[in-house]
């Protein structure tokens, strides 16, 4: 009896620290907030004045991350909305609607009045009904120096049948808020978590709210048990009964001043419905301890619902946090949860890769380790992979991966593959790049990866290709658009920049990336064209490249490789695109 409340006490003195934060920065967030109102009712403005539906086609969007990616419930169509894009200096973020056509391959930008504000990470729901709906709820909008935080608390819905925005006015929602989760389950959108940050202050949440698609009502639950601590961008799924399973996600908490450590989460919770059917469910929860092989501890990570009654995740970062740096390590593989057994597993490529090891082994033996055998796994198949690489004026090196079929392709490789196999330098496997915040999709069990980015030192790289992947059969990755390196823009921070107008930035700069591309292509032009031989520079390029190869290099090795063997594969790896670049 006393313990038990010795704990009810602790509970309720964490809600009331909870609640004592929530108005604080809610105070502290309120003026900035009003600031940005203006700004945001500017746009409104702008969007007001579309009165019909217009759709065109287009290229591929430009490079965003955090959007939402959303299959179609009835068409074979992906549905790609929001974002933010980050160049340096300002941020853009998004409220353009675009359609991928999945048989055609095409896109198309769709224009619809009354569209919600611009906004990145939001949330975004698929129901069958009516022809299909998408719901989106909350996410932030950025003023375009990154100062200052609007976070939503908005509902809307996309009636995909008639190509109609409408905005659903529900009280007792949940407050304003970004990296929150919601799914669809049954007839409700369950949402949990997220945070509110302001310039000086944040809180994370771990609430659970219903929205009923029926009657059109909020409801906080309040489920038993000991349920997940706060979080954002955690992992959420649905179970065929009803249920909701909780898994990872990211926190940090202020230690002192100015000095804030952040937490991932690597727990695993499932939200239950009790008493299903009546008219007042109640819900608790339980913790869960899955078997198998679970995800390295990552943030940014992208969720997906794939088949089999199975929810997976894709990439994210791990960041090696010290007191003035972060130094992160992106991660492009899948890991699958079969919620049936309560279990996860890493998901394994099983594309027709035998006959290339064997060949390998026999020459080579097996004596080498698990790091070259790592390393074999790797080796390309069918299609060849070309890398194609901007290498910026400070030495940092962008790689840009491209498929190529064919007689030209083949020859190219045939041509090199005996000296790659010598030097054990094997190019890397087609697949997306490592990345954070990409955009994910499911339709027919194939998976679909859209966007994110990746950051090489001090230098954020925000990515436009698209990638697939039978989930049923597991063979190879198909690269559905290539990245564009000319979309690829850095500007350096200044004083004078941070002074221009807000509104542009904040707009979209639909012209700045314009003329930003004429300006890429010149800086790509002059470091693939250079003034002296690649004999005479390629020890300085090696000096000034060599820790993100060896990077690369271990990421496709494994953990286990040596470290002999991973800086004599990333050396041979930086000589052959160095020379390929001149």
Not at 247 to 275: C, N, P, W
Not at 316 to 339: L, R
Request: net charge negative; charged share 30%; aromatic share 8%.
């Amino acid at each position: 009896m006393g313990k038990k409340g010795k704990r009810e006490k602790k509970g309720k003195g964490a809600e009331k620290t909870a609640a004592k934060m929530e108005r604080k920065v809610s105070r502290r967030a309120r003026k900035e907030e009003e600031d940005l109102e203006a700004l945001i009712a500017e746009f409104q403005s702008l969007d007001a004045k579309k009165t019909q539906v217009i759709e065109t086609a287009c290229p591929p969007p430009s490079p965003r991350l955090n959007g939402s990616l959303s299959s179609h419930p009835e068409k074979d169509e992906l549905i790609l909305f929001g974002g933010e894009y980050f160049n340096g200096q300002k941020t853009y973020l998004y409220n353009e609607l675009y359609v991928y056509n999945i048989r055609k391959n095409s896109w198309t930008k769709v224009e619809i009045p009354n569209p919600p504000p611009r906004r990145c990470a939001h949330q975004a729901a698929v129901v069958p009904a009516a022809g299909g709906q998408l719901w989106v709820f909350g996410g932030e909008f950025a003023s375009p120096n990154g100062e200052q935080f609007y976070h939503y608390k908005d509902l809307w819905v996309l009636h995909l049948a008639t190509k109609t925005w409408e905005q659903i006015k529900a009280s007792g929602g949940p407050s304003g808020r970004s990296g929150h989760r919601m799914v669809a389950c049954k007839r409700q959108l369950i949402l949990f978590g997220g945070f509110h940050e302001s310039a000086r202050d944040y809180i994370y949440y771990n609430d659970v709210y219903a929205f009923n698609l029926d009657s059109f009502t909020w409801s906080k639950l309040s489920p038993s048990g000991i349920g997940p601590a706060p979080r954002s961008g955690c992992q959420m799924a649905t179970t065929p009964e009803g249920s909701v399973i909780i898994y990872g996600g990211y926190s940090k908490q202020r230690i002192k001043k100015d000095v804030d450590k952040g937490t991932l989460h690597t727990d695993m919770f499932l939200l239950k419905a009790e008493g299903s059917g009546k008219e007042e469910e109640k819900w608790a929860w339980s913790r869960l301890n899955p078997s198998g092989v679970k995800p390295t501890p990552r943030s940014g990570f992208a969720v997906a619902v794939g088949p089999n009654n199975r929810s997976l995740l894709f990439g994210g970062v791990h960041d090696e946090e010290e007191e003035e740096s972060i130094e992160g390590d992106f991660f492009n593989d899948i890991y699958f949860y079969d919620i049936g057994k309560n279990r996860w597993f890493p998901g394994q490529l099983k594309g027709p890769k035998s006959e290339k090891r064997k060949r390998r082994r026999g020459r080579q033996g097996e004596a080498e380790g698990a790091g070259d055998e790592e390393v074999e796994k790797q080796a390309p198949q069918g299609p060849v992979e070309i890398v194609k690489e901007v290498v910026a004026e400070d030495g940092t090196v962008m790689t840009i991966k491209q498929v190529i079929s064919g007689p030209a392709g083949e020859k190219e490789r045939s041509e090199s593959e005996e000296e790659e196999e010598e030097d054990g330098a094997l190019s890397p496997q087609v697949e997306p790049c490592p990345r954070s915040n990409a955009m994910l999709a499911v339709k027919h069990g194939v998976l679909y990866v859209y966007g994110g980015m990746f950051e090489v030192g001090d230098r954020q790289f925000t990515l436009s290709d698209l990638y697939s992947i039978d989930l049923h059969k597991m063979e190879d990755w198909k690269v559905l658009v290539e990245m564009d390196p000319k979309a690829q823009e850095w500007l350096e921070e200044s004083e004078s920049d941070e002074e221009e107008d807000d509104t542009e930035g904040a707009e979209g700069g639909e012209e700045e990336e314009e003329s930003s591309e004429e300006e890429s292509e010149d800086e790509e032009g002059e470091e693939q064209h250079p003034s002296v031989q690649p004999d005479e520079k390629h020890a300085d390029y090696l000096s000034r490249t060599e820790q993100y190869w060896i990077k690369l290099a271990r990421s496709n090795m494994g953990p286990d490789a040596k470290e002999k063997k991973v800086v004599k594969v990333a050396h041979a790896m930086a000589k052959t695109f160095y020379e390929d670049s001149v």
